[in-house]
């Protein structure tokens, strides 16, 4: 499709796992800036997270390219060893961030005290690898935004 040959691509990334690392960045920077925006931008580890599940809805099922996240999805099967850990160290970094603005919170007073943020920090990253799944399944925007909506009802109040 690109008429590059692999001697080009060789010669530009090295091998396939540094081509793959950077379209995994580019993507990244071009599809999936939302979920660090909602994170510096909202007050709140709460508001954060609904924030990014709601624009997971309409990212994920965006017209015009495949339906999900590459994060999420490229290593499904993948025989590299080394691409699937890549992978999978990205999807556990983002939980730590969660986790790391969730203890805040409970320490700033906007979360309870026996708020589990391990858990809740895992239950954000596995609402939005799910809804990533149900985009690939072919679930609307609608139906992807009722789970974002469910999800963040399970969020404790102070």
Known sequence: VMGIGAPSLYAA???????????????GKRYGSFGDRALAEEPTARAAVERMLREAAVEYTA?????GCLVIHAATNCTS?????????RRNA????FESRIRADVAAGELPADTDAAALA??????????SQQARDGASREELEALAEIAMAIWPRT
Request: zero cysteines.
């Open 94 to 97: 983002n939980i730590a961030v």
């Open 81 to 89: 060893a080394e691409v699937e850990e890549s992978l999978r160290d």
């Open 122 to 131: 895992r239950h954000a990253g596995a609402m939005i690898q799910g809804m």
């Open 63 to 67: 017209p015009g390219r495949p339906h």
């Open 13 to 27: 990334f090295g091998d396939k796992r540094a081509l793959f690392e950077e379209v995994v960045l580019e993507y």
